[in-house]
């Protein structure tokens, strides 16, 4: 149970945008579970645990505390454009 009041998908993809400004973000799930795609030229170079940290620490407040609105990122996908 959380006391987050609002779009949990739209926080997350706010969060990220706020830290990687060209992300292109995709959020699925709730009930505290999401799935989440990023599409972003900053991953470029980056390995796999880079990218997840910087999306992971975007959205790190929201996982903060007994009562989080996201309790798990269940897939994380980052990718550099094409």
Do not use: C, W, Y
Request: overall charge neutral; aromatic content about 4%.
């Amino acid at each position: 149970m959380t006391t987050f009041q609002g779009s949990i998908p739209a926080a997350i993809e706010k969060a990220i945008k706020e830290k990687i400004s060209d992300a292109v973000v995709e959020v699925q799930g709730g009930g505290g579970h999401f799935e989440i795609s990023v599409t972003s030229a900053v991953f470029a170079g980056k390995n796999t645990l880079e990218k997840h940290r910087l999306v992971l620490g975007a959205i790190a407040h929201l996982m903060a505390g007994n009562d989080a609105p996201v309790h798990a990122v269940d897939k994380l996908n980052t990718r550099v454009p094409s």
